[in-house]
Nanobody, 128 residues
Framework: QVQLVESGGGLVQAGGSLRLSCAAS????????MGWFRQVPGKEREFVAA????????YYPDSVKGRFTVSRDNAKNAVYLQMNSLKTADTAVYYC?????????????????????WGQGTMVTVSS
């Protein structure tokens, strides 16, 4: 069982930066792949970033590649999402998620159903 709590959301102007954190409970955190998704009302949850259990591999969709960076600290049971050059289109509720099963690549990490545990979300609002 893993419990996830996101923090770091808020209001920022376009072009600015935010760093989201996700604190995880449980002694097996290092065995989980971690993902970040976002969702706006009326739309499906969208993949934002993922990182494998070791932190050695990361995955991003084209919409955030080069602007967002995912990282993790297994000693602190935490995963982070550094978001730079934010756009108004990045406005959403951001969720972190943990996947206990093995993922073979982007096509797996980008699918919300592959993740077993979810946080409650943190709101990010980017103003123009």
């Amino acid at each position: 069982q893993v419990q996830l709590v996101e923090s770091g959301g808020g209001l920022v102007q376009a072009g600015g930066s935010l760093r989201l954190s996700c604190a995880a409970s449980g002694r097996t955190f290092s065995s989980y792949a971690m993902g970040w998704f976002r969702q706006v009302p009326g739309k499906e949850r969208e993949f934002v970033a993922a990182i494998d259990w070791s932190g050695g591999s990361t995955y991003y969709p084209d919409s955030v590649k080069g602007r967002f960076t995912v990282s993790r600290d297994n000693a602190k049971n935490a995963v982070y999402l550094q978001m730079n050059s934010l756009k108004t289109a990045d406005t959403a509720v951001y969720y972190c998620a943990a996947a206990s099963t093995y993922c073979s690549g982007y096509g797996c990490y980008a699918v919300a159903n592959e993740y077993d545990y979810w946080g409650q979300g943190t709101m990010v609002t980017v103003s123009s």
